[in-house]
């Protein structure tokens, strides 16, 4: 099974006020070298097979992400092998 990762996040331009009440939070936990905070979201798309990339960006582009104010990136997750003890 092929997992891929679709991240997609606020263009640049756009007010992220989420973001902005979270680095206002920062300096109330001690936190005070932080310059900003962006809030995204991750999306797993596992596929049977193999990855398939043209069909994850095409999902992407029409449901995950509202391409006037959102980007997205893809990448192709590779699965983790846990050894047994």
């Known amino acids: 099974m092929a997992r891929v990762v679709v991240d997609v996040m606020l263009k640049p331009e756009i007010l992220d006020p989420q973001g902005q009440a979270v680095a206002n939070a920062l300096p109330r936990l001690g936190v005070a ?18 990855a398939d990339l043209d069909r994850a960006r095409e999902i992407a582009d ?23 003890q």
């Not at 029409?62 to 050894?83: G, Q, S, W, Y």
């Open 33 to 50: 070298d932080v310059a900003s905070v962006r809030i995204g979201k991750r999306i797993e798309i596992e596929f049977d097979g193999a």
């Open 62 to 84: 029409k449901l995950l992400a509202n391409p006037v104010i959102e980007d997205f990136t893809l990448r192709v997750e590779e699965p983790v092998e846990v050894e047994s």
